[in-house]
């Protein structure tokens, strides 16, 4: 009885972890000069790697026949839960720890008569944590979990005239996402170990759109539009078990090829730029998601609804030649949370609600006329609250602070 008891526990009270993916929409900066300016870059031409992701209209405005260009990220994600350490301690432990380096984006393009064609390959979303996100003298609760994107894509852009240009890129989409729960409680001289492992494989198409137009010969406008994604695949699994030590072992729970469903964030965006070529570019961009929810599994009883709220982010710019073969780039940017505010006692799994602010810079380094050469990085971070299971199928809400510092390398030739 004590055996057909646990297992049907372990079914009906499945310790669900949400999905990790898009928490902030501007985690990862795309890019070598839209990194350096914040992802400011709607309205800004001259990077290959980030026109295809930020507005493919300006692939056009990129000089030379054909180009390439990649760019590296090598980040140290801070993670804290509970607040077991202050806030600004996080630079003292950017050389401890694993650093993941990231191929964060890759480009070519040909430019012939009033066309651009373009291809890219970028990683816009990657996540991961290993550790304890709760402990007390009865129960200890560790995740173990790994969130990635792999996009690949190709573009077009079209001269409309000397002054507007309108582009297209089409991205195929690969997610991989996987989790791990560990909860271990003691009571009453009974230990319970419950375990969970989540993962969720998806494909996707995305179409973004872009607008160009010069306004006069200093300032630009560009508009943006990500529009909603076309689910191609999903695939997923999950495992679970709960074992009590004054009972027998309850058989395994296992699911497997489950249909799963992702639904990537719309975006759209408005740039302007202020810009005196090859001496200083000023740009602002504004962005709007709107809110959307879907399920992970749409058709398994024990499924965790996915939900965005409307999210708004601002970024900021610039560009300042200190000579004929340097520029300097600086930005600022918001990366605030996509997800819905989680109750003091919530009852249900929620996405981490942590609102971040970034700031980046970077120097491009024009080594002969062909040849560029990047140097610089980026840092984002925030505090806010988790939502988890712990002490066996109680909801919590933690406290967690989130800070990656980013290391950059870019490289582009131009023939």
Request: charge should be neutral; include cysteine.
């Amino acid at each position: 009885m004590k055996t057909k008891t646990i297992s049907f526990f372990t079914i009906l009270f499945l310790p669900l972890v949400i999905n990790a993916s898009f928490y902030n929409f501007n985690s990862t900066l795309i890019g070598n000069k839209a990194a350096g300016m914040g992802g400011a870059f709607t309205a800004v031409s001259g990077d290959l790697t980030a026109a295809p992701f930020y507005n493919p209209a300006t692939l056009t405005l990129i000089e030379g026949i054909n180009v390439s260009a990649s760019v590296s990220l090598y980040n140290k994600y801070d993670i804290q839960y509970n607040n077991k350490s202050q806030f600004w301690e996080a630079p003292l432990r950017i050389n401890q720890g694993k650093i993941v380096a990231l191929p964060v984006s890759s480009g070519s393009l040909y430019n012939f008569k009033n066309f651009a064609v373009g291809l890219s390959i970028i990683l816009p979303d990657f996540d991961s944590y290993q550790g304890l996100i709760s402990s007390s003298s009865s129960n200890s609760t560790s995740l173990n979990f790994r969130d990635e994107s792999l996009w690949i894509g190709g573009s077009l852009a079209y001269n409309l005239s000397s002054s507007t240009s309108i582009g297209l890129t089409i991205y195929y989409t690969s997610r991989s996402f996987y989790s791990s729960l560990l909860d271990r409680s003691e009571s009453a001289g009974v230990t319970t170990v419950s375990n969970e492992e989540k993962s969720i494989k998806t494909n996707s198409l995305i179409y973004t759109l872009g607008f160009y137009k010069k306004m006069t010969p200093e300032l630009a406008v560009g508009l943006r539009a990500r529009l909603p994604s076309i689910p191609v695949s999903g695939k997923g699994s999950i495992y679970s078990s709960v074992i009590q030590d004054n009972a027998p072992a309850p058989p395994l729970e296992s699911f497997t090829d489950l249909v799963a469903d992702e639904r990537i964030p719309q975006e759209y965006a408005l740039g302007l730029a202020y810009e005196k070529k090859r001496k200083l570019t000023w740009s602002c961009d504004i962005t709007f998601s709107p809110k959307e929810h879907f399920y992970d599994f749409p058709h398994f009883s024990q499924r965790s609804l996915q939900e965005y709220k409307d999210t708004w982010n601002i970024k900021f710019g610039m560009e300042y030649f200190l000579n004929k073969w340097a520029a300097l780039h600086w930005g600022m940017f918001s990366n605030f949370s996509s997800q819905p505010d989680i109750p003091d006692h919530p009852s249900q799994p929620y996405g981490d609600h942590i609102d971040m602010w970034g700031f980046s810079t970077n120097i491009s380094l024009f080594t002969n006329y062909n040849s560029t050469l990047t140097l610089g990085g980026y840092y984002s971070g925030g505090k806010g609250y988790a939502a988890h299971q712990v002490a066996q199928q109680k909801y919590v809400k933690i406290p967690k602070s989130l800070q990656v510092f980013s290391f950059l390398v870019g490289t582009a030739f131009n023939f």
